[in-house]
């Protein structure tokens, strides 16, 4: 797949002056960019104090839909999500899918594909796919459709050749599994170990043979107990990279907490549905009827079904349980792109994508650039 074409709506030289966290920390200055940045001027500072904020924009590596689309419908859905997001600080996404008989899959796919190329105007960049499902644990499905299977090496292949897929999510634990871990290892596709009931011992397996980091940690995984650990473990105990929702319903703040002091480069995700956006009250999400209320979307039983969440929330909520506003940003951008080996994003340094966000001291947004270009209400 070639390089994303730039779109030529970065406009000319800008500037903003704020309060920059840059790779060595806080800088207060001002940041110079066209469709790339140029430059970072200024002087280091502790922190933003009551100034402007200017942080990287936020990388999300797990999107289902937002502002009531879902990258599983038809025609036009992609630009959707990818407006909802952008409006909310995701500068880029991953556009993932979940359990669905390969047609609906290849149908999804095939829509996000010219969208890797050509970003659409207002929207975040696409990056690719992650595919969450159908290669689950029937086990351990959460919202996920019924629709779960063992996978095979040329089902992803088929659907890469669509539309790149950078993450495939899976249960190590389902037959032939390990060796499929191997093979999109070889591929340079990043496994993680989700929607599992792995054993500590299966989990680590998948690590040993490539498995790179874990889906929404701590929900639809094996959890802790004390002889028999389960996938958390395999992944407090050995991972370098997570996935978790910062939406403080999927995961109570302790175990955030626990998390980032034992997966420092862990990235925070929204795994959000469709319902991201919307006003609250009934909807469909994942083909089942669903209420948004309270800052959850749950089925009639109670299970959470996606979230509503945004990376903008996601931040504030990071920054409310006690963590540093330099640490959460580059939780919900540096180290999501750092994983996908994209190190030209996330990150606010000469030569990287110009893709900002800039906030008020109260951390509530107050513009966004993608490549440059300033996403209008
Ligand atoms: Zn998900």
Avoid at 66 to 85: C, E, I, K, L, S
Avoid at 258 to 287: E, K, N, Q, W, Y
Avoid at 289 to 309: C, I, M, W
Wanted: proline share 6%; net charge negative.
């Amino acid at each position: 797949m070639a390089d994303p074409e730039p779109s030529g709506r970065g406009g000319g030289l800008r500037s903003l002056p704020g309060v920059v966290l840059t790779p060595s920390g806080w800088v207060h200055g001002q940041v110079d960019f066209t469709e790339r940045i140029l430059a970072v001027h200024g002087g280091p500072v502790h922190g933003p104090g009551d100034a402007q904020v200017i942080l990287p924009g936020f990388v999300d590596l797990h999107v289902h839909g937002g502002g009531g689309a879902d990258f599983m419908d038809a025609a036009g859905a992609v630009d959707t999500v990818a407006r909802h997001h952008a409006l909310h600080g995701t500068t880029s996404l991953l556009a993932t899918t979940v359990s669905a008989p390969f047609v609906d899959l290849e149908r999804a796919v095939t829509e996000v594909g010219p969208r890797l190329r050509l970003r659409a105007p207002g929207c975040a960049r696409v990056l690719g796919v992650h595919l969450e499902g159908p290669f689950l644990n029937a086990g351990k499905l959460g919202a996920q459709p019924d629709a779960v299977r063992p996978g095979t090496l040329e089902e992803v292949q088929s659907l890469d050749a669509l539309a790149r897929v950078r993450i495939v999510t899976l249960a190590p634990e389902l037959p032939g599994h390990l060796d499929l871990v191997r093979e999109l290892a070889r591929a340079r596709i990043a496994v993680q170990v989700g929607h599992t009931l792995a054993s500590y011992d299966e989990a680590l397996s998948a690590l040993q043979a490539g498995a790179r980091g874990f889906t929404h940690l701590f929900n639809c995984m094996s959890g802790i107990e004390q002889r028999a650990p389960g996938a958390v473990a395999a992944a407090l105990a050995h991972a370098e990279h997570a996935e978790i929702i910062p939406d403080l319903v999927a995961v109570h703040p302790g175990a955030i907490r626990a998390a980032l002091r034992a997966i420092p480069r862990l990235h925070f995700v929204t795994d959000a549905c469709a319902a991201s956006g919307m006003p609250d009250g009934p909807l469909t999400i994942f083909g089942k009827l669903v209420e948004k209320k309270n800052g959850a979307v749950r089925r009639a039983d109670g299970t959470l079904s996606g979230t509503p969440l945004t990376m903008d929330q996601a931040l504030r909520n990071l920054v409310s349980i006690g963590i540093p506003l330099a640490e959460a940003g580059r939780h919900v951008s540096t180290f999501a792109a750092d994983y996908l080996g994209l190190f030209d994003r996330g990150r606010i340094a000469a030569g990287a994508w110009a893709d900002l966000v800039v906030l008020s001291p109260t951390l509530e947004l107050e513009a966004v650039y993608v490549e440059g270009e300033r996403i209008e209400r």
